[in-house]
């Protein structure tokens, strides 16, 4: 399923469960998954790949257990994450249920040969691993470029652990640093143009319509309905911001999770990873 060519198994099953977990805001950078290979890759955008690759499988051998409701994210990452758990799941013979956050996410999940489950079966998951577009210094994160954040919110808010896999170019100290198309809010679509000018009177900034790439006219959600990219122009209190935002007619869901976040497991450009602990939580779902 892996798109990285070349890539040998990281670690024998063993080693992955060694490895140990330890607590604190700066989890200790480890390079045991991603050791020297027989055929080691190249390049910069190679070890990147390979970094996330490592960082999905040690976040699904420290958090996935036998008979847990997993619940599955959407992006690049994710789909490293999918295979190390079809992995344990063939060779450990586990008991494990997916929850999808988008089509995207449902497909891997049959094509891996996991077992498919959803919210109304088993409305409280164990654990969901995801990726995101950008995280900040609490673990607060832009999700959405790929148009789920609503599913992704709300399977996240229904589970004990929200775990998120990123590479080293999507952490920053604010939210927008690194990120700058903008945050995606989903919108009903004769509401469109409302919530634009509302949001836009209320934060400044630009509201655009994101378009489709491969049809003509507006992107189309998974819900069926428009996508909003919100660009602005300086720090908020998004908590505040978020759920402001929501209050507006016609407004289905914001990418900005805040307080969600339990742990992140973030590439390196030399290939290894570390993970990061929240300093702070609140009641998922809350914004």
């Not at 070349?6 to 140990?20: D, P, S, T």
């Not at 999940?109 to 969901?128: H, N, R, Y």
Request: hydrophobic letters at 40%.
């Amino acid at each position: 399923m892996s798109h990285v060519v070349g890539v040998r198994q990281l670690v024998v099953g063993h080693l992955l469960r060694k490895r140990a977990v330890f607590p604190g805001h700066y989890l200790k950078k480890t390079s045991l998954y991603s050791t020297k290979m027989s055929n080691p890759m190249n390049g910069s955008s190679n070890l990147i790949e390979q970094a996330k690759k490592a960082a999905a499988y040690a976040a699904v051998d420290d958090h996935v257990h036998n008979n847990q409701i997993v619940g599955v994210g959407s992006g690049s990452t994710v789909i490293y994450a999918v295979e190390r758990l079809a992995q344990r799941c063939r060779d450990e013979k586990l008991n494990i249920s997916c929850t999808p956050t988008s089509f995207q996410a449902r497909q891997l999940i049959i094509e891996a040969g996991l077992k498919l489950t959803d919210l109304d079966t088993t409305p409280l998951i164990d654990i969901t691993i995801d990726g995101a577009d950008e995280i900040d210094s609490n673990l607060n994160c832009i999700k959405g470029g790929g148009g789920c954040q609503t599913q992704e919110k709300i399977v996240g808010s229904c589970s004990k652990k929200l775990i998120l896999i990123v590479d080293f170019r999507k952490v920053s100290e604010h939210l927008g640093d690194a990120w700058k198309k903008g945050i995606p809010i989903e919108v009903i679509p004769m509401a469109y143009v409302p919530v634009k000018n509302r949001i836009e009177h209320l934060f400044d900034g630009q509201v655009s319509l994101r378009m489709a790439t491969s049809k003509m006219g507006p992107l189309v959600t998974d819900n069926g309905n428009f996508q909003l990219d919100w660009k602005f122009d300086r720090i908020h209190d998004w908590r505040k911001v978020s759920t402001a935002i929501k209050m507006i007619p016609g407004v289905v869901e914001t990418g900005v999770f805040v307080g969600m976040v339990q742990q992140a497991y973030v590439g390196n450009a030399d290939g290894t990873f570390y993970c990061k602990a929240a300093k702070q939580l609140i009641s998922n779902g809350n914004v």
